[in-house]
């Protein structure tokens, strides 16, 4: 697996693993952009990463604690991590669904999770149903001031909207992709309109086709259990990977005769318009569509 040197790729925060999968006194190793890494725990609430090389620690790596998850870059001047307030109030659960492995671009997962055309299709009678298919036009936009790329005034009609939903029901969404490797949504709440549950993917890109996804969560439930909304959005996840690893090329074409977009794509099509602006290319597939 070669370690990238891509300047855009490694200016980021990345999520590197989680505080369950690294114990107290001990580590976890892990790759980054190809680069192997180790994560540890020295004290309960403090991390630490180092590069490793044939064993060997080297330089040691910047390390944050956010969002139920453990950030490291392997650049000098990364990209600040995003501020998402939901997971400083006070009456929130906070819950991470720990992570899945996904041979895909990390580009790809990003582009799933912002699509809302195959609900009907991938998690039948969950998130959405055969007979109710249209996707209703919404708005995207590239937020400059951000740098973010936002989907608002999203909707659609889904069966089980979340663990705490007793029957189907119009859902409200908004997207926010905050980087290359993350990206959330703002869904709202059963029974409250006035709040929103936060839900968000962080994409750790080992390899250019091989990634991880932490899930955490900053939701609004005092009903159900911890393990029933993890064993939920682990069903959810697992019916995505299905079609994200039978996706070709697996990684992230930019040409823009490479695929076909519809009018549902429009997410998809800003997405991959911002990825090709910021000059990313690790993960990308260079050679257009015959």
């Known amino acids: ?3 990238t040197t891509d300047p855009v790729a490694i200016n980021h925060w990345i999520a590197c693993g989680w505080p369950g999968k690294v114990p107290v006194g001990g580590y976890w190793d892990t790759v980054l952009l190809g680069q192997n890494i180790r ?8 991390y630490e990463a180092a590069i490793l090389t044939a064993g060997a620690l080297g330089r ?23 501020q998402i307030d939901e997971f400083d109030e006070p009456d929130r659960r906070l819950i991470n669904c720990g992570s899945v492995g996904v041979n895909t671009s990390p580009y790809r997962m990003i582009e799933n999770f912002l699509d809302m055309a195959h609900f009907p299709f991938v998690h039948t009678n969950i998130l959405g149903a055969e007979k109710k298919t249209e996707v209703v036009s919404h708005k995207i936009e ?10 608002t005034d999203c909707r659609f009609f ?18 926010r992709v905050m ?4 990206i959330m949504l703002y869904k709202n709440v059963h029974n409250d ?11 750790q890109p080992k390899g250019e086709a091989q990634c991880l996804a932490y899930m955490p969560m900053a939701l609004v439930d005092d009903v159900n259990t911890t393990a029933a909304i993890i064993d939920f959005q682990q069903t959810i996840f697992l019916q995505d990977r299905v079609i994200l690893e039978n996706q070709r090329p697996a990684l992230m074409p930019l ?36």
């Open 60 to 82: 040691r790596l910047p390390v944050q604690s956010r969002f139920c998850c453990i950030f490291t870059t392997l650049g000098q001047d990364p990209r600040p991590l995003p």
């Open 255 to 290: 040409a823009p005769a490479a695929e076909i977009p519809t009018k549902a794509d429009v997410g998809s099509v800003t997405f991959r318009r911002w990825l090709k602006q910021m000059g990313i290319s690790f993960g990308i597939y260079e050679k257009a569509a015959a």
């Open 39 to 46: 994560v540890s725990r020295p004290q309960p609430d403090i």
């Open 179 to 182: 980087s290359p490797f993350s």
């Open 1 to 3: 697996m070669a370690i």
């Open 142 to 151: 590239h937020r400059k001031d951000v740098d973010e790329i936002w989907a």
């Open 158 to 175: 889904q069966p089980a909207a979340s663990k705490a939903a007793t029957g189907g029901q119009m859902t409200d969404y908004t997207y």
């Open 193 to 203: 309109p006035g709040r929103n549950d936060a839900i968000c993917m962080f994409v």
